[in-house]
């Protein structure tokens, strides 16, 4: 499976903080660096679950750009785009600050990743395309969202299923609901990502599948046949929520609903958006590696359009208690 995503590609800077920041003062905390964005999480999780994975965004002819480049290689994650943008353009940054309970909260500069243009897509990139997933960031954006709309239009002509994570409910704000909602139905998505302020802040949208993170409470599908619901897993340690939804996606998009709660379980366990390189991945409550995953229905046929084949044993309503959440 070749999954492509769109949007960016930056420098993840992740705060843990040890107590909240006192004004005009300074606490003790463990920072690390990383490489980070919408896009690059789910293509290095998709990638970290088996799928071949390639994320389309451009970054800037600095180190933090070779930084980028590098370690999405290291994730097994091509970078496609017009290579590295010169000029004012520098590669974008996200600073995560974490607080002791693991929630988050994000202050982002997306630098060059914002100076895609429809221009530079390529329909060579979308050669053999199963996947694409359009992340908010590059819809929403300041360029009328014209390059991520290209990447879509491309990906059908392949055949490809596509999908839009809406990504942040001040991303629709920004641009107003209704402007929003013709970006996403102009990409003609199979399924639509959101949680629930992100839902609230688009409002409804007829004619695709929508999937809503409900945190610690799991996830609701949202289709022609109706709303179900699924309970979150619970994760052992919760020490950083900044990625789950990324891994969450990237879950769904390579074996459904079920490999999305295992690799939102997964994400929060560790520090970042991105998948761990020190050691093989262990997903769901016996630790099984991605390749022993055996989901019963293909993504790319009913889970594409959210129509899954659902047991009583797989669907439920029940809290997930403190520990887990996406």
Not at 18 to 45: C, E, H, K, Y
Not at 59 to 77: F, H, I, P, S, T
Not at 161 to 169: H, I, K, L, P
């Amino acid at each position: 499976m070749f999954v492509c995503t769109i949007g960016d590609a930056v420098v993840d800077v992740v705060v843990e903080l040890s107590r909240l920041p006192v004004v005009g003062d300074d606490v003790p905390g463990r920072i690390s660096l990383s490489n980070g964005g919408q896009a690059s999480n789910v293509a290095a999780w998709c990638s970290a679950l088996g799928a071949r994975a390639a994320v389309l965004s451009n970054v800037g002819a600095d180190l933090a750009g070779n930084l980028v480049a590098g370690l999405l290689l290291r994730y097994g994650v091509e970078l496609l785009g017009p290579g590295q943008a010169g000029g004012e353009a520098s590669t974008g940054t996200i600073v995560s600050l974490v607080t002791p309970g693991g929630e988050r909260s994000m202050v982002s500069d997306r630098g060059a990743a914002a100076r895609l243009r429809a221009s530079d897509v390529q329909a060579a990139w979308f050669r053999g395309c199963d996947w694409l997933h359009v992340s908010g960031y590059s819809l929403f954006g300041a360029d009328d969202g014209e390059a991520a709309l290209v990447a879509a239009d491309l990906a059908h002509r392949v055949g490809a299923t596509v999908s839009v994570d809406v990504s942040a409910a001040t991303l629709v704000e920004s641009i107003g609901a209704a402007e929003s909602i013709r970006r996403i139905r102009a990409c003609s998505p199979n399924v639509v990502f959101s949680n629930e302020a992100e839902r609230r802040a688009v409002g409804h949208i007829d004619g695709t599948s929508l999937v809503v993170k409900l945190g610690r409470n799991g996830f609701v599908l949202q289709d022609d046949s109706g709303e179900r619901s699924w309970a979150a897993l619970d994760a052992e340690t919760v020490r950083d929520t900044t990625g789950a939804g990324d891994a969450f996606a990237a879950g769904w998009i390579v074996g459904g609903p079920e490999l999305a709660r295992m690799a939102a379980q997964a994400c929060l366990g560790e520090v970042g958006a991105m998948p761990r390189l020190d050691g093989p991945l262990r997903l769901g409550a016996d630790g099984m590696p991605p390749g022993k995953l055996d989901p019963s229905v293909s993504s790319r046929s009913a889970f594409a359009t959210g129509r899954s084949t659902v047991t009583e044993k797989d669907a439920g309503t029940r809290d997930a208690g403190t520990h887990g959440g996406y």
